[in-house]
């Protein structure tokens, strides 16, 4: 088949459109910039092409998947219809996918791209081949997100934002946490935890659902004509893995337990689990961790995608934890107007409690056909500053931020870059 991609730089459009290219069809995908993950695909044999353009639809086309952030609008969205070439979103086209296989979903607020990475490179490690489509990129993967498995397995990063999950069907579902996200859509918390129970209702009968017992909006709707494992802090494994783990941070025990409960209703050994979770140094931008050199100074950065004051406050603490002496630097990039807007409170309390050096937030992101005109005009990272009214905390454009810290930085300190926009390309500038 001859197929489409409309927003193919997505980390959930990239790998879908890698898992079709693997399968012998012919790929090409648009994109309103180049990126590193479209040089990639580019790189692996499929057709890029910039900008979105109705020439770009051609007669012959098989499917047209477009991304989630592609209006009806959108030029080759329109053209695709006029030419009469089936359309599909990516949640729809992945949700036929998961009809193929047998399926283990990762959702929740926060975690699913860690908590996906390490249950799949746990089957790796137990001689089970999965196919896997994540949402950050793995060395274990050739630095890609997509892994092409010949079992019956689909591990997937399941995300909730516009429902997208509900068109996912699997037999083991995993859920890390409940959290006030994504009320650009949902409006209210409650919508949240109900689009999560909608969710979990889906499950078979004979399913299993692996849920963290800590979270207690999660544990209220976790029931069902299905199996519940929990984990919890409170687990005796949440000594030996922190022990184990090389990536720090409680939320990661989380998460390491959450793979346990999966690899052990597909019968794998813990001993095989442990020495796959004893392994795992994290992936692109989730607590990504570089030495660097500036002339004579030394020092270590950590690229994160943490963007959630939940996220934030769990990153800085593991900051902290990893590196009990040292001084810290963080410059954060605040994601989308919206998300900003509902949780401003959250982020001045986040910045407020946290124990680290210097905060420099730069402007925020804006996240293209997600915002609100009224809300993008009300809100700025210079008014979230005042707000937090801390010494320590300041605000800088990102130019201006990298001089400075280049500047006063020194030997020995850890500088923490964060955000899910594309703050991430900083890092290659230090």
Same mark, same amino acid.
């Given at each position: ?85 089936? +359309? ?34 746990? #089957? ?18 050739? %630095? ?58 889906? #499950? ?47 939320? %990661? ?40 050199? #500036? ?47 509902? +949780?401003? !409170? ?36 210079? %008014? ?5 009214? !801390? ?34 390309? +900083?890092?290659?500038?230090?």
């Amino acid at each position: 088949m001859k197929i489409h991609f409309i927003g193919i730089g997505g980390i959930g459009m990239s790998s879908l459109a890698q898992y079709y290219l693997q399968k012998g069809h012919k790929i090409s995908g648009s994109d309103l910039a180049p990126s590193k993950i479209t040089d990639l695909l580019a790189k692996k044999g499929i057709t890029i092409l910039v900008g979105n353009k109705a020439e770009h639809i051609k007669q012959g086309f098989d499917m047209v998947v477009y991304s989630p952030a592609v209006k009806s609008s959108n030029p080759e969205y329109q053209q695709a219809r006029i030419l009469g070439i089936v +359309l599909k979103s990516y949640p729809e086209a992945l949700g036929e996918l998961t009809e193929q296989y047998t399926t283990i979903a990762v959702s929740g607020s926060h975690g699913k791209s860690t908590t996906t990475a390490m249950i799949a490179l746990a #089957l790796i490690k137990a001689g089970i081949d999965p196919t896997v489509i994540v949402g950050t990129k793995l060395k274990e993967f050739g %630095n890609s997100n997509f892994r092409f498995g010949k079992s019956k397995y689909l591990v997937i990063e399941a995300c909730e934002y516009d429902g997208s999950f509900l068109n996912y069907n699997s037999h083991i579902m995993v859920i890390t946490n409940i959290d006030k996200e994504h009320l650009d859509y949902f409006k209210t918390f409650g919508n949240v935890v109900r689009e999560f129970k909608k969710f979990i209702l889906k #499950l078979p009968n004979g399913g299993f659902l692996v849920a963290n017992k800590d979270d207690k909006n999660l544990f209220k709707i976790s029931k069902g004509n299905f199996t519940t494992k929990y984990y919890s802090l409170k687990d005796k494994e949440s000594g030996k893995l922190k022990k184990i783990l090389q990536i720090p941070g409680q939320h %990661n025990i989380l998460n390491a337990l959450a793979v346990l409960q999966v690899t052990r209703v597909l019968g794998i050994e813990d001993s095989t689990t442990f020495k796959s979770l004893s392994k795992y140094k994290g992936s692109w931008r989730r607590f990504e961790i570089f030495n660097k050199k #500036l002339k004579t100074i030394s020092y270590t950065l950590i690229s994160d995608y943490g963007h959630h004051p939940t996220e934030i406050l769990a990153t800085l603490k593991a900051v902290k934890e990893k590196y009990p002496k040292q001084k810290i630097w963080c410059i954060f990039q605040p994601h989308q107007y919206q998300r900003t807007f509902y +949780l401003f !409170k959250d982020f001045i309390k986040v910045f407020r409690d946290v124990n680290i050096n210097r905060i420099i937030i730069t402007d925020i992101y804006d996240v293209a056909g997600r915002e609100d005109k009224k809300i993008s005009d009300s809100i700025s990272s210079e %008014n979230l500053v005042k707000k937090i009214h !801390k010494n320590n905390v300041m605000y800088m454009p990102v130019d201006d931020a990298e001089k400075f810290v280049k500047e006063n930085i020194k030997s020995g300190e850890v500088l923490v870059i964060m955000g899910a926009g594309d703050i991430y390309e +900083l890092v290659d500038k230090f």
